[in-house]
């Protein structure tokens, strides 16, 4: 069972999630992974703020976004290896610097999807706004 991040409080302020990492929250529980830092605006604040979790990544390798995540910015940012997956819109920067890995987009997908991409597949299956794979 993949680990599962449901956007509870959505936020007029972007959030960045880079610190979200597939392969650390590989090793983490839901609590755990609920008390990284992101940074919302200028200031850090736990992830739990604003999404619920569940489920593990530890035997499949996947994370899931689920959710209106438009203002949710650097998902799967550096991904090596593994599934991201995103049902919903995803954010700006979205798979940028990835080596490895699949990103899949149930939606669409703002700015900036795949910037200084090296490797690994992002598949979005609506709408990607504009600075594609830049």
Known sequence: MPLRLRLRNASPVPIEVD?????????????????TEVLHGNVREPLGEFF????????????????DCHGIKRIAERLTDGLV????????????EMTG?????????TDWVGAEM??????????VGHQLGA
């Open 118 to 127: 090296k490797g690994g597949r992002i598949h979005v299956r609506g709408g």
């Open 85 to 96: 997956r995103i049902e919903g819109i995803a954010g700006m920067h979205l798979g940028a």
């Open 52 to 67: 619920d979790a569940n489920g593990s990544a530890t035997d499949d390798n996947t994370l899931v976004w689920e959710g």
């Open 101 to 109: 890995g699949d990103v899949v987009v149930d939606g669409d997908a």
């Open 19 to 35: 610190t979200v990492r597939l392969p650390t929250v590989r090793e983490q529980t839901s609590d755990q992974v609920l008390a």
